[in-house]
């Protein structure tokens, strides 16, 4: 992905002698393996859904072969805990120091239910939520929904992983009870799904974070604009009150969960409240990633720097307490031109097939990859390490598209930056 990618530039930027490694599930043609800032690359075994053993077993021996003194996880969402087991069992048998949370931190924000009822525990929710654990719950649900503000709208999530539903399931309402538990009745339960309805924010807009903690105190933070899947990345102002709020809002979260290490990315959406003076503006919290977040490419040009903080976990805090921010007086925004050639392309062959208001959004999207071109930045190319570039846009989305056509894989979305699929 762009953020292991990144992660290990700024380390070798930093002065360190980097091992890189990932899951072999695209016959070698991860990006990162051809970068200049690796002196090593391993694929690793992918842990199954009985056992992370081998793949726990993989690195352990990585780390004592090699003497490894930091080793820092870029998880997905898919393997978030297993990269907390191994965190684990590395401190228990190695001297290595490990850049990541404790499991049960990672269980509790990476699931979404657990984390609205983490959020409210410290106090820091400001969204009206219901949790939704089995069937037995939803005559309470419907009753808890009608009987609520009748303005109040509510979207479904599922607590856990699951792109198949993502962005599909209709809002809810107290207008309409009857459709409430129609929709709620057909929703599957395990113990591996439960169901989380939040309230539905009509703002739209959504920010969000990315911050590295080193014992319960923010030592990097970002924050940027975001969207259900974010291909476009630019720094919000430091000087922004949203962005002292996040800061503030990572701030407080860190320290209430105690002494911990590790990558802690939050999602925002803004509720707008009308005042005599004109509106306020507060943060909404509706989901955590503790791992690392492609936001980290915001960091480029303070490599150096960056690479100190996340070695502060071996050699302490040299530096004292100042936080770590991109520079604020960058312009620059980050895009993937794979992606915006695609939408570009897209656009102009839809321009000739839509309505007027279609074609004027048509030209918009071709207007902005074109800027995009000129004035933003891929963060997968360096000219002194383009390979990691090439191969993610010659060889590996083309690969995986053909693999995808002959096997029959129907796909409604791509995210070039973390190389993921979401099949339909």
């Not at 709208?153 to 809002?171: E, V």
Request: include cysteine; glycine fraction near 6%.
């Amino acid at each position: 992905m762009t953020k292991g990618l990144f992660l290990v530039r700024t380390m070798y930027i930093g002065g360190c002698r980097v091992i890189g490694a990932d899951f072999d599930l695209t016959k070698n043609f991860q990006c990162g393996r051809f970068s200049n800032a690796l002196s090593r690359f391993v694929a690793l075994k992918k842990p199954s859904k009985e056992s992370a053993d081998g793949y726990i077993n993989q690195v352990l021996g990585l780390i004592l072969d090699e003497h490894v003194d930091l080793w820092i996880p870029c998880s997905g969402v898919a393997t978030a805990i297993e990269d907390a087991q191994l965190a684990k069992a590395i401190k228990k048998h190695t001297e290595c120091r490990v850049f990541q949370c404790e499991e049960d931190v990672v269980e509790a924000l990476d699931d979404k239910l657990k984390f609205m009822q983490k959020t409210s525990e410290l106090g820091l929710a400001s969204l009206k939520w219901l949790a939704l654990c089995d069937e037995v719950d939803i005559r309470d649900i419907v009753d808890k929904i009608r009987c609520g503000n009748q303005d109040l709208r509510y979207m479904i999530k599922s607590a856990s992983m699951d792109d198949a539903t993502r962005g599909l399931l209709p809002l809810l309402s107290a207008r309409d009870p009857d459709k409430v538990e129609r929709i709620l009745g057909n929703l599957k339960f395990s113990n591996r799904q439960q169901w989380l309805l939040q309230e539905y924010l009509p703002s739209g807009e959504e920010y969000c974070t990315h911050a590295l903690i080193i014992n319960g105190t923010v030592r990097a933070f970002t924050a940027c604009p975001s969207a259900s899947v974010l291909m476009h990345y630019k720094q919000l102002p430091i000087s922004s009150m949203l962005y002292k709020q996040m800061l503030k809002f990572t701030q407080e979260y860190a320290a209430g969960l105690g002494k911990i290490t590790g990558h802690m990315s939050f999602d925002f959406l803004i509720r707008y409240q009308d005042t005599v003076d004109g509106h306020i503006a507060t943060l909404a919290p509706i989901e955590c990633n503790p791992r690392c977040h492609t936001a980290t490419v915001l960091f480029e040009g303070m490599e150096s720097e960056l690479a100190q903080v996340y070695l502060e976990v071996v050699h302490g805090n040299k530096t004292g307490g100042a936080i770590l921010h991109p520079q604020s007086s960058s312009e620059v925004g980050y895009y993937w031109m794979a992606h915006d050639l695609v939408v570009a392309v897209s656009a102009f062959f839809d321009h000739f097939n839509s309505d007027r208001l279609s074609r004027a959004v048509s030209v918009k999207r071709v207007l902005d990859s074109i800027y995009h071109g000129l004035a933003w930045r891929d963060p997968t190319f360096q000219w002194w390490d383009p390979l990691p570039w090439f191969v993610l846009n010659h060889l590996y989305w083309p690969w995986v598209l053909v693999k995808a056509a002959l096997n029959g894989v129907r796909w409604k979305q791509l995210n070039v930056s973390t190389t993921k699929m979401f099949e339909m």
